[in-house]
């Protein structure tokens, strides 16, 4: 018996096991007919020791087992599994466990004879005053199955002490209210049941001091007052009220008995229970959801919304979300006739989903031959007149059965129905309620944390955040956010995309791991997010689990579209999913429907949950030739986007250009990490230019240093492998020849970026050396007949830059060369920009006639383009030399006043400060300090 203070026999005599580890084994077998997995079993005893070792430890044991086992074959193994053998043992654990299920099958928890049964069963707490401290993860499997077995067994005392009250037994229905107040004594429904016997038994007086007692400890323990009718109860003892009417505030409605005459659905045996008696459990509160549950609720009470339907991808606390919602709804009172939860996840065929409704309803049907009407005619006669709310929990796998939501719809306009599903029903009249993962942290560490390295408040604000502390708590009470742990949470939840389950599921391996050593293995692998928790269902208990079931739920044609979305990095376009995975806009639909990608509005991007993108990369890397072709397109296309915008970063679509390349950053980093390893030198030369011009603009440097660094490497060791240098025909010669000029002219483009984001970190003598490197190479790819007048403009600009703080002279040389260059090209923005830094190095020498003369000229060339970005930039500069000398102050105050409004318009913060300084100093000059 493993129900209160266990014990161990055999034959009739008590079995003494000395060693604790024996009987605790012993005990989590006895607790389940079906058989523990070896894997379970070394985790809940040696959960810090490697697999291998477990498993050895788990081979004694056994044999212990065995010898400790006075009848032979009581423990059955296989190589993967252990359980003692059913046929000669008794549990009694096992016993309610089954009562329980048969019950479920006959019609709920009302059946007399099974529910006494299970009942006398239950001898106190499962394995009371069993406590394992030292197996921190049997100690977790206990509490869980503890609390569980508590659970149910309080349920089925509810339900039986309803049906004796029904049967006017009040003497035994006040006995076991009694003992459902010795477990629960805050349970309100047990105080309203034992008032209620106490009257119906004529002991009023006991039943008033019982209400006092109740009224009492909700206020002490709770702090809140007894609910709407615990106090009609009271009332109507107080006025003497008789049992027929006292039995309105705990018993379900009654319908008429069933008899051999009544054979419809109207004419049931079946109790209708109260509203307050048709909802599971909740078990924690919702967490993050305040806004959803608001939305839910406006919904629910909108006649014209009768059919809402909660759909997302597995994971993301649909059904969560769909129970609190409706124990909303519930206290409200806004459904009179009752609030129904319909479980059809075991369901298998469409043809179930009428009598599983018909279970949740507890409404028996006629069949046979002298009954015309099907149970789905006699279930509509039921609901027609009715108003209430139906909840139908994963609909997904029932989909072709959808058409009896629709009828219900129909035929009783008073009930509403509540659908949870991973897929859209797509019926007529349904509205969609999409459910994405908890916000959270998207930078590391967030913005407010940034600024105050003590403090974890801008952390926990994020659900995401809470659910995990929340979730870790359960199992290690001291678990804290903390500052040096912080980061590592953050990086959780970013890393499992703010999804529900999986923060549950990460946060169980607290009692083992460090924050930081769950997210190492979340990111090495989705096996990791799983865990043993009792009240989940076999699809919850892991990850890979879930994401297998939604696999199985695409058509070939999502699954091909799916895993080629894996591609993506950090979203996509319409565009590029269909050029780079051929996606049409009916398979995006039929996915966005769905919520397998989501679609923002406001961007115009499309993008996947992480680990569901993280579960399609393994489908795509599965198939090497899919996945080599990917990368192809992939790779192609992005560095041609490049190509295609980089000129438009210097025009009047700069704005729009530089956001859809700033959107599209992991990917761009994707594909120029492909060509670089794959060293497509065509496409590089297609994208250096705007990747460079992209991260100069953001001023990104260490993501400009990285990219760079990456392709100077491998050209580096391109231009020292001579093995494709060498050809016998002169033709070949002049090919190899200009081959290796060009791959010379891209490497020194790339030591001339490199330079330009090594100077944004400050070191000057490391940007000299990659510059005087490009230069060198620039002279050997022009030696083998290869133009490179761009590129050493390019770098002579760098150089200006380099030494502008230490040696003007050399550095107005430097950007003279690189203008007269881009002359000879005809580039009108490349001479535009390097026009505007001579005009401001002639500034800094004190030319200021030369320098503004320069300046006017690259301010009209750029508003000429319409750059209005350097428009601006230059406008400061001449608005900075005419306060040089106080020369014109009132043609700096203009020229300052007109560079700050571009700046504004730009959102560029950088320039706004440094221009709204030069207009302060114009103002202050001018005597004009107010402004």
């Not at 269909?578 to 991007?605: C, K, M, P, W």
């Given at each position: 018996t493993l129900f209160g203070s266990p014990t161990i026999m055999i034959q009739g005599d008590p079995l003494t096991i000395n060693r604790f580890q024996i009987r605790a084994f012993l005990f989590r077998l006895a607790a389940q007919a079906e058989p523990v997995t070896r894997d379970q079993l070394t985790q809940l005893f040696w959960p810090d020791v490697d697999d291998a070792r477990a498993r050895r430890h788990l081979t004694q044991l056994l044999s212990h087992v065995r010898r400790v086992l006075p009848l032979p074959k009581l423990l059955l193994q296989t190589p993967s599994h252990v359980q003692l053998n059913q046929a000669q043992i008794w549990s009694d654990v096992v016993a309610f466990k089954q009562l329980l299920a048969e019950s479920e099958h006959a019609s709920g928890l009302a059946q007399p004879q099974t529910a006494e049964l299970a009942l006398e069963l239950y001898g106190g707490p499962f394995l009371d005053g069993i406590s394992t401290p030292d197996l921190p993860e049997y100690e977790l499997w206990l509490e869980t199955e503890r609390a569980w077995l508590e659970r149910r067994y309080l349920e089925l005392l509810a339900a039986h002490t309803l049906a004796l009250m029904d049967e006017a037994a009040f003497a035994p229905a006040l006995e076991l209210s009694r003992r459902h107040l010795a477990i629960d004594e805050l349970a309100e429904d047990a105080h309203r049941r034992l008032i209620a016997c106490y009257a119906a038994v004529g002991e009023r007086s006991t039943a008033l001091r019982q209400y006092e007692h109740c009224v009492d400890l909700l206020q002490r323990e709770l702090d809140v007052a007894p609910m709407a009718e615990t106090v009609a109860l009271h009332q109507a003892v107080l006025r003497g009220a008789p049992w027929a009417e006292l039995s309105s505030f705990v018993l379900p409605a009654a319908l008429q008995p069933v008899g051999q005459q009544s054979t419809t659905v109207n004419a049931t045996a079946a109790l209708l229970p109260a509203p307050n008696d048709h909802l599971p459990h909740e078990p924690l509160p919702i967490i993050g959801r305040r806004t959803e549950l608001a939305a839910l609720a406006e919904l629910l009470t909108d006649p014209q919304n009768r059919l809402i339907t909660i759909v997302g991808v597995g994971g993301m606390g649909k059904s969560r979300l769909a129970l609190a919602a409706a124990h909303e709804q519930r206290d409200l009172g806004n459904f009179p006739d009752g609030i129904y939860f319909v479980a059809l996840v075991a369901l298998t065929e469409p043809n179930q989903i009428v009598p599983a409704i018909l279970r949740a309803l507890q409404l028996s049907v006629a069949i046979g031959s002298g009954q015309s009407r099907t149970p789905l005619a006699q279930l509509l006669d039921f609901l027609r007149e009715k108003r209430l709310l139906l909840l139908l929990d994963n609909f997904e796998h029932l989909l072709d059965g959808a058409d009896v939501v629709v009828q219900i719809e129909r035929a009783a306009p008073g009930v509403h129905l509540l659908v949870t599903s991973r897929k859209v029903l797509g019926v007529h009249g349904e509205q969609l309620f999409p459910l994405n993962e908890l916000p959270y942290p998207q930078t590391d560490p967030p913005d407010?944390?940034?600024?105050?390295?003590?403090?974890?408040?801008?952390?926990?604000?994020?659900?995401?955040?809470?659910?995990?502390?929340?979730?870790?708590?359960?199992?290690?009470?001291?678990?804290?956010?903390?500052?040096?742990?912080?980061?590592?949470?953050?990086?959780?939840?970013?890393?499992?995309?703010?999804?529900?389950?999986?923060?549950?599921?990460?946060?169980?391996?607290?009692?083992?791991?460090?924050?930081?050593?769950?997210?190492?293995?979340?990111?090495?692998?989705?096996?990791?997010?799983?865990?043993?928790?009792?009240?989940?269902?076999?699809?919850?208990?892991?990850?890979?689990?879930?994401?297998?079931?939604?696999?199985?739920?695409?058509?070939?044609?999502?699954?091909?579209?799916?895993?080629?979305?894996?591609?993506?990095?950090?979203?996509?376009?319409?565009?590029?999913?269909?050029?780079?995975?051929?996606?049409?806009?009916?398979?995006?639909?039929?996915?966005?429907?769905?919520?397998?990608?989501?679609?923002?509005?406001?961007?115009?991007?499309?993008?996947?949950?992480?680990?569901?993108?993280?579960?399609?990369?393994?489908?795509?890397?599965?198939q090497p030739s899919v996945y080599r072709e990917m990368q192809e397109r992939h790779g192609r296309y992005y560095c041609t986007l490049l190509q295609q915008l980089a000129p438009e970063l210097k025009g009047e679509r700069q704005q729009v250009a530089f956001a859809e390349l700033a959107a599209e950053q992991a990917n761009l980093q994707a594909a120029w990490t492909w060509a670089v390893v794959e060293m497509r030198l065509a496409l590089l030369e297609q994208a250096i230019a705007g990747m460079g011009h992209l991260y100069a603009w953001m001023g990104n440097q260490s993501d400009g240093t990285r990219i760079f660094e990456t392709l100077v490497q491998r050209l580096d060791v391109q231009v020292g492998n001579p093995a494709n240098q060498s050809a016998d025909a002169p033709a070949e010669q002049r090919n190899a020849d200009a081959a290796q000029g060009r791959t010379y002219r891209l490497l020194a483009e790339g030591l001339a970026w490199l330079a330009h984001f090594t100077l944004m970190a400050g070191q000057v003598d490391q940007a000299e050396v990659q510059l005087q490197h490009s230069f060198a190479l620039l002279d050997q790819a022009a030696a083998l007949g290869v133009d490179c007048r761009g590129q050493r403009a390019q770098a002579l600009l760098h150089w200006g830059h380099l030494e502008r703080p230490h040696d003007l002279p050399a550095a107005v040389q430097a950007y003279t060369q690189s203008r007269e260059l881009y002359a000879q090209l005809d580039l009108a923005w490349d001479h535009a920009y390097a026009t505007s830094w001579l005009g401001e190095a002639q500034h800094l020498i004190g030319q200021q006639e030369a320098a503004i003369a320069l300046l006017t000229e690259a301010r009209s060339a750029f508003a000429i383009l319409g750059d209005q970005r350097n428009v601006a930039r230059v406008l400061a500069t001449i608005a900075d030399s005419y306060l040089l000398d106080r020369a014109d102050l009132h043609a700096a105050e203009e020229t300052a006043a007109a560079s700050l409004q571009l700046w504004r318009a730009s959102g560029d913060q950088l320039g706004i400060a440094n221009t709204a300084v030069i207009l302060a100093y114009a103002h202050c000059w001018l005597n004009r300090p107010d402004l």
């Open positions: 407010a944390m940034a600024t105050n390295g003590d403090d974890t408040t801008a952390a926990v604000a994020y659900p995401a955040v809470q659910l995990f502390l929340q979730s870790a708590q359960r199992s290690t009470p001291r678990f804290h956010l903390t500052t040096e742990n912080q980061a590592a949470v953050v990086r959780i939840c970013q890393l499992v995309g703010g999804m529900p389950l999986a923060l549950e599921l990460a946060a169980s391996w607290v009692t083992m791991l460090s924050a930081a050593e769950i997210g190492v293995e979340i990111a090495g692998s989705l096996d990791f997010l799983e865990a043993e928790i009792h009240d989940l269902p076999t699809r919850h208990q892991s990850v890979r689990a879930l994401l297998d079931v939604v696999w199985q739920q695409l058509n070939a044609a999502e699954r091909a579209i799916f895993t080629r979305f894996a591609i993506f990095q950090g979203g996509f376009t319409r565009q590029a999913v269909h050029e780079v995975a051929g996606a049409s806009l009916h398979t995006l639909r039929s996915l966005t429907t769905n919520l397998l990608i989501h679609y923002d509005e406001t961007h115009g991007r499309y993008s996947s949950h992480e680990l569901l993108r993280t579960y399609g990369v393994e489908q795509l890397t599965a």
